[in-house]
């Protein structure tokens, strides 16, 4: 089983189900690519049904797109729990990702990720000031405070146990520290969003991608 991602530097795609099949204990390989020339961005789309990373390869076919990929991980390893047991919070959960997957387009294009803007390392620059990115890390905080409200006493992450909408927010996580953003600006009157940025970042999985970035850009 080989998962093919882009940079470790700057590919929040990538990452996702990287933690995700970490936390699964699955078995297998990580292939960097790049797509900064016309050849790499040719052997990609040869790689790639979408031309995009990630895409994992097991058993003699190739899953692509990150939230696929998680899904898999999750009915072939149903005993690591990758989604939360009970019903109302997998559901919950689901819609978070699901919410991640598709929207904060402000937050993606003005806070992106790249080789100047890299999600790892001592780097920081400084978020813009823009209403719509304003209305992003709003509802993102608003988000992170109403589910940890809930289930805050099954444990740290968002839906108490660690599970795939973990995976998907740590690059934003990872975007929060990198441009330096005021989260108590933006209704985290508690900390409870910033503690959980915290957590994110704090995990074990991510900062072993994280010396993994910084080891092959040296």
Not at 77 to 99: G, H, M
Not at 167 to 183: E, G, M, N
């Amino acid at each position: 089983m080989e998962l093919i991602i882009g940079p470790r530097l700057y590919s929040t795609w990538s990452l996702r189900p990287w933690l995700v099949l970490k936390r699964a204990g699955a078995e297998f390989t990580t292939r960097e690519v790049f797509y900064r020339t016309p050849e790499q961005k040719a052997e990609l789309h040869r790689l790639s049904p979408s031309g995009f990373v990630p895409l994992l390869e097991v058993d003699g076919e190739t899953i692509w797109d990150t939230l696929s990929i998680s899904e898999w991980a999750a009915e072939r390893y149903p005993e690591t729990q990758l989604w939360p047991v009970d019903p109302t919070a997998r559901a919950l959960a689901r819609s978070a990702t699901a919410e991640m997957h598709s929207g904060f387009s402000t937050l993606r294009t003005l806070c992106g990720t790249g080789p100047d803007h890299p999600m790892v390392g001592e780097a920081r620059s400084q978020a813009p000031s823009d209403p719509a990115l304003d209305r992003d890390l709003a509802r993102l905080v608003e988000l992170w405070r109403q589910m940890r409200a809930r289930f805050y006493a099954d444990g740290p992450w968002l839906f108490g146990n660690w599970s795939i909408a973990d995976a998907f927010f740590t690059p934003v996580a990872a975007r929060v520290r990198h441009y330096q953003i005021d989260l108590s600006a933006r209704g985290d009157t508690d900390g409870v969003a910033r503690a959980y940025v915290e957590a994110l970042l704090g995990q074990l999985d991510f900062k072993e991608w994280e010396c993994l970035a910084l080891a092959n850009a040296a």
